[in-house]
C-alpha cells in the first residue's frame, strides 16, 4: 500500500492539469465590488475527472450561478481518476473532489470524508483483445488497470465470479491514459477499464471483447461520490454540498441539457457524452437524503467495504459513519 500511495503521489505530479490560472489557498477570501459593503467569497479548489459523472453537476453550477449564490468562487482541476484526488486532499492542494465506486475504499481507510453521493455509475468493464472471450480465459495474461480505481475493481470482481485471484493473472498498474494506449498496441491483453475511455480504444479495436461489466454484478451498487479532506471547514463543506444539491436537481430535471452543459466543460462532442451518460443512474436530492436517512446509501457503502476487505484494499469494513456524512447532507437540504 505504501508503494501504491508513492506511485500516486509521483502520477498526480504529472497528470493532475489546472482549469485555472489563479492559484488559491484553502478557504481563503476575496471581496468583489467597492467599498465597505463588498461581498466576500470563498475560494474553493475542486477535482473532477473528464467524464459525465465528474464534470456535470460542476459544469451546472456555474452556469446556473450556483456557486455566486453560495459565496464560492471555485477553481476546477481535471485528473485522470479518483484515488489522485484523494492524494491530493492529503497534501493540501485540493478542497473537494470527484471519486468513482472503486476508490471508496480510501475514504473507508480514513483518508478522505464522502459530503454527497452523486450517481450509480456502470460504465467499468474488463476488456479483452479479440479471441478472449472469457474472464477465465485471462488466466496468466497481462491485464492494466489504474491501480485503486474503479477499473481494478471491477477486475476484481469478475476474477472472484469466475473463481480466480488477482494472483492467476499478471496485473499491471498503469494510468488510464497508459491503458488505452497499451491496450491499443497490444502489450496488454486485457483491461480493468471504463467509458468513455472505452469508446476512445473502441475506435482503433474494434473488434475487442467486453467481457465483464459491473452491470454483471446486480446484488450490488455502485456508487459515485464527492469527496473532501478530513479536517474541511463544516461552514464551507455546508455550502458546497448545497451548489451540489441543486446542481444535481437542476440535472436531474433536465437530462439533456446536463449532457449538453458537461459536453461545454469538456470539450467534447454531446453525442459522446450522452452515450457516456447512458451508463449513470441519477436520483434527486429528495431521493438521496430519504435513502441516506432510511439505509440505503450506509448499505451501498457497506457492500463496498466488505469487498475492498476481500482484496487487501481494507483490513476491516468500517461504518459508513465514519466517513460519509449523511447527516450534513440531510441537514443542508433542508435549509
Known amino acids: 500500500m505504501r508503494t501504491l500511495r508513492r506511485a500516486l503521489f509521483a502520477a498526480s505530479a504529472v497528470t493532475v492539469l489546472s482549469l485555472s490560472v489563479t492559484a488559491c489557498s484553502s478557504g481563503s477570501t476575496a471581496s468583489t465590488g467597492s467599498g465597505d459593503g463588498a461581498a466576500k467569497t470563498a475560494k474553493v479548489r475542486f477535482g473532477y475527472i473528464s467524464d459525465f459523472n465528474g464534470a456535470s453537476l460542476l459544469a451546472i453550477a456555474d452556469k446556473q450561478g450556483l456557486w455566486k449564490k453560495q459565496g464560492l468562487d471555485p477553481e476546477l482541476k481535471v485528473f485522470t481518476n479518483g484515488p489522485l484526488q484523494i492524494q491530493a486532499l492529503g497534501a493540501g492542494d485540493l478542497d473537494f473532489g470527484y471519486i468513482g465506486p472503486g476508490a471508496l475504499w480510501l475514504p473507508a481507510s480514513g483518508k478522505a470524508k464522502v459530503v454527497a453521493i452523486n450517481t450509480l455509475a456502470y460504465a467499468d468493464r474488463v476488456i479483452a483483445q479479440p479471441g478472449i472471450t472469457s474472464v477465465r480465459d485471462l488466466k496468466g495474461k497481462k491485464v492494466g488497470v489504474p491501480a485503486g480505481t474503479s477499473g481494478e475493481m471491477v477486475l476484481n470482481l469478475a476474477l472472484q465470479q469466475a473463481g480466480l485471484s488477482p494472483k492467476d493473472v499478471q496485473k499491471v498498474p498503469m494510468d488510464p491514459s497508459t491503458v488505452v494506449s497499451a491496450f491499443v498496441s497490444g502489450q496488454i491483453d486485457a483491461a480493468g477499464i471504463w467509458y468513455p475511455l472505452i469508446d476512445t480504444i473502441k475506435a482503433k479495436k474494434p473488434g475487442l471483447s467486453e467481457i465483464a461489466s459491473t452491470r454483471d454484478f446486480t446484488g450490488r451498487a455502485f456508487p459515485t461520490a464527492f469527496v473532501s479532506g ?38 467534447l462532442d454531446p453525442a459522446k457524452v450522452k452515450a457516456d451518460a447512458a451508463n449513470v443512474q441519477t436520483m434527486t436530492t429528495a431521493d438521496l437524503v430519504a435513502k441516506t436517512k432510511d439505509g440505503t446509501v450506509d448499505g451501498w457503502l457497506k457492500g463496498l467495504g466488505d469487498f475492498f476487505v476481500s482484496t487487501g484494499q481494507l483490513k476491516n469494513s468500517p461504518a459508513p459513519a465514519d466517513y460519509y456524512a449523511g447527516d450534513a447532507y440531510a441537514k443542508a437540504y433542508g435549509k
Open 230 to 267: 478530513t479536517k474541511t471547514d463544516a461552514g464551507l463543506s455546508g455550502k458546497v454540498v448545497k451548489v451540489l444539491q441543486e446542481a444535481n436537481d437542476w440535472r436531474a430535471a433536465h437530462p439533456d441539457e446536463a449532457v449538453a452543459e458537461a459536453a461545454a466543460l469538456l470539450k
